[in-house]
């Protein structure tokens, strides 16, 4: 399952983008007056988790991605404005630039002759045909990006089941050691079982792609950072196929960590920290100007000491690293209000978070469950209860969180319905009490509810401000029922053990298909997280037609499956969340999108 982006850990708070203060790391160093590069080109912050994996083809966690984008290229990448530009690609393919056929289900890919890994082997379309075929095989979190490729289905069912997590250390260096050993004699062939049949090279520089339907989403997907569309060497990985990704580059190595970015891993410690170092003749663009980074891992209590370390000139940022929900309430206050204030950054980031009722999980029941009036107009009175705003406003206090007004989808992002356009955001407590009145006039069915969420940041409070809403609007009393083990709540949301839960997501990708199809759709992925077990015949045929047109024509499409959800009153929106960093004013280039740190290539340190 794919815990990263949706934030399931439910620790993350952030910064609501109506503080007003200067962005001087995302303005180029706006706070200081010189523009001549320091001596030393050492970029310094901490983060607040051991790494995951750094393989493309396993990673889950954007804690992880956000670090590995610096690392490996794909064929495209977004820049910092979520726009897709070439990377190892030289051209991102469309129809006018006859990189998709006319049909939709051909793409041919040009690569760039230029493009090395680290150790300074060349880029080439086997090199391709390789890494998104290992990722296929692998069938990690986000293998489900790749698919709509033909053969993608034939390919798992010939590298079979990963092992599972009891297995330990044994089953996965049989299971991946053997599709290493089946991939080393495909690749060199071009083509058998443990590849899927969509994937081919017609000469060294040639990628080719074939689709088994048509796909609007897919380019998209593809050009996720640090994920299954990542190139990775086949003579780093198949030494230590398993391991190989924590291992520092070092003169000789031949099973470290490689990748083509304008980084590598130069030393690794798994509980203090890693240093990266730029690339030699990095074939890429821009050339990098910092050289070293620096990164050490601490427990998230360590933040306000962190703070103080950022003041006395120890770091030069905080948040990056997906690490932008660090900063507590308390800490930004303070920040704001000492001479350090110019160096907060808030940025809003494409993060949801609802409320998930029982909609189709029989063996949970409870008075949610089903299509009928009875059950719908329940939802609805628990919805029209909770005043969304009073929770930004009580809770985040107008600072850690935003109402959730426009949709699930966040404000910024394609598919964003517009400020209050979601009748489900809409606070009615005279309707919410008719509608209990008429569903449930003795009580019964909506006695000895609970509501369950995972503890850690606002989460406790949000569940208290929910339980006093039901308690004051509807006469209900909800008892509540927090889970401080992150990992069981998620394994039990996900498979419908909760009647009323906390819920969330952050995409992955700017584009609408990323939350319906993973969310709620026909087919099962493994970042599949419909806790709610709606099912509905009419939003999976729309989300099929959606998905195989271009966004322009799929857009209104996507827009519909919005209204099937709200019709049904699936969830309750709850609130956005926002970034937040400080960012030194030397730091020029530093900053953050929607979705990810700004590149370390695009950074350097000015005098100071």
């Not at 010939?158 to 089946?182: C, D, K, L, R, V």
Request: net charge negative; glycine share 12%; charged share 15%.
């Amino acid at each position: 399952m794919r815990f990263s982006r949706l934030k399931l850990g439910g620790t993350a708070v952030g910064l609501l983008g109506l503080v007003t203060v200067a962005a001087c790391g995302s303005g180029g160093g706006s706070g200081s007056s010189s523009t001549s590069l320091a001596a030393t080109q050492t970029l310094k912050f901490p983060v607040y988790q051991p790494p995951g994996t750094w393989d493309p083809g396993e990673a889950d966690a954007e804690v992880d991605t956000e670090l590995m984008q610096n690392i490996y290229d794909n064929l495209w990448r977004f820049d910092n404005n979520l726009n897709i530009v070439p990377d190892i690609a030289t051209a991102v393919p469309s129809t006018s630039n006859g990189g998709i056929s006319s049909d939709g289900l051909t793409y041919t890919i040009k690569l760039n002759p230029a493009a090395k890994f680290n150790n300074g082997d060349p880029v080439t379309c086997s090199d391709v045909l390789y890494s998104w075929s290992r990722s296929v095989d692998l069938q990690g979190p986000y293998a489900s990006n790749l698919s709509a490729i033909a053969g993608y289905a034939a390919a798992q069912t010939a590298a079979g089941a990963p092992p599972a997590s009891s297995s330990g250390a044994s089953g996965a260096q049989t299971f991946q050691g053997n599709i290493e050993t089946m991939l080393a004699s495909q690749v060199t062939a071009g083509s058998g079982s443990f590849i899927p049949s969509g994937l081919s090279c017609s000469d060294p520089e040639t990628f080719v792609v074939k689709l088994a339907g048509g796909c609007g989403w897919c380019v998209t997907a593809w050009t996720l950072e640090g994920s299954t569309g990542a190139i990775v060497d086949e003579k780093a990985i198949k030494g230590d196929p398993v391991n190989w990704w924590q291992k520092p580059v070092t003169a000789g190595c031949t099973d470290c960590m490689v990748g083509t970015g304008a980084y590598y891993l130069s030393s690794f410690d798994a509980k203090q920290g890693y240093v990266f170092k730029a690339v030699s003749n990095w074939w890429g663009s821009p050339k990098p100007t910092l050289t070293e980074i620096d990164i050490d891992i601490h427990d998230p209590s360590a933040i306000n000491s962190d703070v103080t370390a950022f003041e006395q000139g120890h770091y030069d940022l905080i948040g990056y690293g997906g690490n932008s929900g660090n900063l507590t309430y308390e800490l930004i206050q303070s920040i704001k209000g000492g001479r350090f204030s110019s160096d907060l950054l808030t940025q809003p980031k494409g993060r949801t978070t609802w409320l998930s009722f029982n909609v189709g999980w029989n063996a949970t029941g409870g008075p949610f469950l089903g299509e009928s009036a009875q059950a719908k107009g329940l939802r609805k009175a628990f919805d029209l209860a909770v005043d969304k705003n009073g929770l930004a406003s009580q809770v985040c206090y107008n600072v850690l969180c935003s109402a959730a007004t426009g949709g699930l989808i966040t404000k910024g992002l394609i598919g964003y319905l517009g400020d209050g356009a979601d009748p489900l955001s809409q606070y009615d407590p005279t309707m919410a009490k008719q509608l209990l009145q008429q569903y449930d006039p003795q009580g019964t069915l909506t006695a000895n509810l609970k509501y369950s969420y995972n503890t850690g940041g606002i989460n406790d409070k949000v569940a208290q401000y929910l339980q006093n809403e039901w308690q004051t609007n509807l006469g209900i009393h909800v008892s509540l029922n927090p889970d401080s083990n992150a990992s069981d709540f998620i394994s039990n949301r996900l498979t419908g053990k909760y009647v009323m839960s906390r819920d969330g997501w952050q995409f992955d990708y700017n584009h609408p298909q990323d939350w319906f199809d993973n969310l709620w759709g026909y087919k099962a992925t493994a970042a599949g997280s419909n806790t709610s077990g709606f099912d509905d015949p009419t939003y999976d045929s729309t989300l099929k037609m959606a998905d195989a047109e271009p966004l322009s024509q799929a857009l209104p499409l996507y827009n519909q499956l919005s209204q099937i959800l709200q019709q049904d009153v699936v969830y309750i929106p709850l609130y956005y969340l926002v970034g937040n960093f400080v960012i030194a004013p030397y730091v020029k280039g530093a900053g953050s999108n929607t979705a990810f740190d700004y590149y370390w290539n695009n950074i350097s340190i000015l005098s100071h």
